[in-house]
């Protein structure tokens, strides 16, 4: 198994940047890919970024691109997000997820961090 801890949300205003930390522990070996995910009230969860551990390619959603940075440090076993020119429409709660199996679906998540863009 494998345990996710997110960690640097917060209030911030708009244009403003926050970096978003996720800690894995356990079997970190078995990750194939770390994605970050969020979700907004009354929203269903959307993709917002990942990355390929082994050689850490990224792919973003569109609303994202240009503005958020995905990286990974394995020896540290942590994958950041770096927020930059936030919106309040990224307000939401940031979720750290992990999967073992290229094109598989998620299968482990963190507890989330909220995330507030105030405008």
């Known amino acids: 198994q494998v345990q996710l801890v997110e960690s640097g949300g917060g209030l911030v205003q708009a244009g403003g940047s926050l970096r978003l930390s996720c800690a894995a522990s356990g079997r970190t070996f078995s990750i194939y890919t770390m994605g970050w995910f969020r979700q907004a009230p009354g929203k269903e969860r959307e993709f917002v970024a990942r990355v390929r551990r082994s050689d850490g390619s990224t792919y973003y959603a569109d609303s994202v691109k240009g503005r958020f940075t995905i990286s990974r440090d394995n020896d540290k076993n942590t994958v950041y997000l770096q927020m930059n020119s936030l919106k309040p429409e990224d307000t939401a709660v940031y979720y750290c997820?992990?999967?073992?199996?290229?094109?598989?679906?998620?299968?482990?998540w963190g507890q989330g961090t909220q995330v507030t863009v105030s405008s």
């Open positions: 997820a992990g999967k073992t199996v290229s094109g598989g679906i998620y299968e482990f």
